[in-house]
């Protein structure tokens, strides 16, 4: 029998906000069915459903012709539903294999399992996918790409039935994605159910065969992949024809002195780094992930301590030894782990959004509330930020939303900034949205500000900035203008020694 799920009217509210209403789709075996919407639009509370994480108020969900109820997450395992997060499930500090039965370690006499049994289980399931995975490796060492293969082949031996992802490729390099991609299409052949979730459009036309709209919590559209092109499934997703994003930006067409030049830098990671910034230039980063790009904005920001080289800023050599400092010569970071590095999650958003800027913000010895909240009503408008209030805690926006809480905080006008580095900025952000934060870099780069761009999204690098630096492990590969990069250049530079 072919197997399959059926969302039936499913809703759900929270304070303020209808999640979810009138749900109704069927995903059969043998399909990958993508999930798309705006930030906020739902995606994710509907996987949350889905894993038994949360109850829907109303409706019900389906399998193979009996309704599905859970009471917690693991029921929903039992029932052969694996929800994969960005977020990993797994146990860092054991083995690749230990995590990959957990819940069925093969148990002998005397409670005790056989460890090689278990390695030539394990290490079958690798081979089966094709995987350069070492069975007997500690999970929290490895890159997070294969850290999610793990948590797939775990969901594969539970033997379970449905396999959600909610934006996979996040934290994957190119090569990574192919890796991903091929699991799931060995995993559509064996006739699993499979739902996928990302902002990326053109994973979506690579490795979908439907496609369900979802906008304010509604489902106003759905698409046979093979019929639609980006234009429309855009259109349907904003509710507006967005045109063509890169030949739209105004861009700044005059770029200045130096503004800050980096010679020979060295960190634990990263080694001699010697880049030169103008004012109003953008610089893209480019480089998979683990090139160490994130570490030149955070040895930039006075975070990890700057072993040898000199950076000047206007002619002048800095010392960057703290975030302080390099705040205080008019460098801002917004960083790329929005949980670790860049939100109080329990703190309001308004909290969150002034937190750079709460000296500015004094009357006397007491909190001007009121330029806060003025503040943070400026941030809200200019990223669209969808929430009901500005007291909401950020923990209660949708993932896309909080990146852009990173950014209003940032790039407020109180912050004065020379530099501006962005770590990742469109991660896990929608696609009208990311139109509208290209524009805002160029607006920065107009207004002198030079921009230091990191990106893994290789077209968005390549078309946004003026100049593209490529890096691999630790150290610079190359440098092209944006009128000589192409992706087959880039990225032959990004696998260069
Ligand atoms: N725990 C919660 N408490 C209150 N509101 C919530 C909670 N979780 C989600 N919401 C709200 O429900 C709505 C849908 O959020 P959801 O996370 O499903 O969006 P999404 O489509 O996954 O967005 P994104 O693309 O940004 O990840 C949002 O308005 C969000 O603020
Ligand atoms: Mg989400």
Not at 98 to 112: C, F, M, Q, R, T
Not at 413 to 436: M, N, R
Request: glycine share 8%; with cysteine.
């Amino acid at each position: 029998m072919e197997q399959y799920l059926e969302f039936k009217g499913i809703g759900k509210a929270y304070p303020g906000v209808q999640a979810l209403k009138d749900i109704s789709f069927k995903v059969t075996g043998g399909k990958v069915m993508a999930l798309v919407g705006e930030n906020g639009a739902g995606k994710s509370t509907l996987l949350k459903i889905l894993s038994g994480d949360v109850k829907p108020d109303e409706g019900q969900l389906i399998l193979n012709d009996s309704e599905i109820k859970f009471e917690a997450p693991v029921q929903a395992l039992g029932a052969g539903i694996s929800v994969i997060y960005q977020e990993r499930q797994l146990v860092p500090s054991v083995s690749v294999m230990e995590n990959i039965y957990a819940g069925d370690l093969p148990v002998g006499k005397l409670g005790l399992y056989s460890k090689s049994d278990l390695k030539k289980k394990a290490q079958a399931l690798i081979d089966k996918f094709g995987l350069p995975i070492n069975p007997a490796a500690t999970v929290g060492f490895l890159p997070v790409a294969y850290q999610q293969m793990v948590e797939i082949m775990k969901a594969y031996r539970r033997d379970s039935a449905v396999i959600a992802f909610d934006e996979p490729t996040a934290p994957l390099t190119d090569k990574e994605i192919a890796i991903l991609f091929k699991l799931i299409n060995q995993l559509k052949e064996e006739g699993k159910i499979i739902l996928y979730v990302s902002h990326r459009m053109n994973e979506i036309f690579q490795v979908t065969d439907e496609i369900v709209v979802l906008k304010d919590g509604r489902q106003v559209k759905s698409f046979n992949t093979a019929e639609t092109n980006e234009r429309e499934l855009i259109k349907a997703m904003v509710g507006r024809d967005i045109g063509d994003t890169y030949s739209n930006l105004k861009r700044n067409d005059s770029i200045g002195d130096v503004l800050m030049e980096v010679n020979n830098l060295n960190t634990n990671v990263i080694s001699d780094i010697s880049f030169k910034l103008r004012k109003g230039e953008v610089i893209g980063f480019a480089g998979l992930v683990g090139a160490g790009r994130t570490e030149v904005a955070r040895a930039l920001f006075g975070v990890d301590p700057i072993l040898s080289g000199e950076v000047k800023i206007e002619g002048r050599p800095v010392k960057l030894r703290s975030p302080r400092e390099a705040i205080d010569q008019g460098i801002a970071l917004c960083p790329e782990d929005r949980k670790e590095q860049g939100l109080i999650l329990w703190n309001s958003i308004k909290d969150n959004v002034c937190m750079p800027v709460l000296g500015k913000l004094k009357k006397g010895l007491f909190m001007d509330e009121k330029a806060k909240e003025d503040l943070t009503l400026a941030a809200v408008k200019q990223y669209s930020i969808k929430t009901t209030n500005i007291d909401k805690r950020v923990m209660e926006l949708s993932g896309g939303n909080q990146q852009k809480v990173i950014l209003g905080r940032w790039t407020s006008e109180k912050v004065v900034t020379k530099i501006l580095i962005l770590d990742e900025p469109t991660k896990g952000i929608d696609v009208g949205t990311k139109a509208e934060i290209y524009q805002m870099v160029c607006d920065f780069a107009k207004q002198g500000i030079g921009v230091i761009f990191i990106s893994s999204e290789l077209t968005e690098v390549i078309n946004v900035a003026d100049t593209i630096i490529v890096m691999h492990n630790g150290h610079i590969t190359g440098q092209v203008s944006r009128q000589d990069a192409t992706e087959e250049n880039v990225l032959a530079m990004a696998m260069l020694d």
